[in-house]
């Protein structure tokens, strides 16, 4: 990496954490105003904070390059799993850990793709996958697709748009599809708020999805205010 880099700090509140940590490009983490010392391990470098220990390329990737769903894994470019440098960090959607070496926790580039490998968005590359969903129904089995269908005992629904969302109907009651995938597909979590990469609100591909830090203070901000659109009610 470039030495001459300059050094960014951003603001970030780990998942299901009400504390707030800054996270460097260069792949440093400050905490309560001090910079906290790497713990050096054979699957890469931690921090300490509150008692539980961090992997700091997550930490970067998921300040600097958002989160993503658990099918995409924080990739090292060169291989080096102590080079956390956010410019040497990427996702990539995996099906399985044979699709990229493996190192503990962490995902490094491997020689079996011919150029670079494949990165988010090359969705053609993407087979659809299914899990099932929770609606305490025991006469529908529900599933939701990480290409953003739905289907009920086998049979894709017919989805259509209101409020500004994808909408199925289930049993007379009208569900969110964004919110089927969310739950099913992003095991960091995700707040009320969604925003549409590509502002098509009947994409709710995985890869079209983000939830933006609306909060006061939050880094997203003003970059999605005019694309956000926010839901208190529970799923």
């Given amino acids: 990496m470039n030495s001459d880099t300059r050094e960014i700090w951003k603001d970030y509140t780990p998942y ?8 460097s490009n260069l792949g440093r983490i400050r905490f309560v105003g001090k910079i906290l010392p790497i713990i050096k391990q054979p699957d890469g ?15 970067v990737a998921q300040a600097f390059l958002g989160i993503q769903s658990k099918d995409y ?10 080079d956390n440098n956010v410019e040497n960090l ?13 190192q503990g926790n962490n995902y490094v580039r491997r020689s079996i793709f011919d150029d670079d490998p494949p990165k988010i968005g090359s969705e ?19 599933e939701v697709s990480n290409l953003g269908e739905v289907k009920v005992n ?8 209101k409020d500004k969302a994808k909408t199925v109907k289930i049993n007379g009651s009208e569900w969110k599809v964004w919110k089927f995938v969310a739950e099913a597909f992003f095991n960091e ?21 983000i939830f933006p830090d609306m909060t006061e203070n939050g880094d997203d901000r003003v970059k999605y205010k005019n694309n956000v659109i926010k839901d ?4």
């Fill in 154 to 161: 086998d049979k894709i629904l017919e989805a259509f748009l």
């Fill in 232 to 235: 208190d009610l529970p799923f």
């Fill in 16 to 23: 299901h954490q009400d504390f707030v940590i800054e996270v």
């Fill in 189 to 209: 979590g995700y707040n009320h708020n969604v925003a549409y990469k590509d502002k098509n609100l009947m994409n709710c591909k995985i890869t079209n999805l």
């Fill in 45 to 59: 470098h931690k921090v300490l904070i509150e008692g539980k220990r961090w992997y700091v390329h997550k930490l």
């Fill in 73 to 82: 894994k924080v990739v090292h470019k060169n291989g080096n799993i102590f």
């Fill in 124 to 142: 053609p590359e993407i087979e659809e996958v299914w899990k099932l969903v929770n609606l305490n129904s025991k006469e529908n089995c529900v």
């Fill in 90 to 102: 990427e996702y990539q959607f995996i099906h399985n850990k044979d699709t990229l070496g493996y």
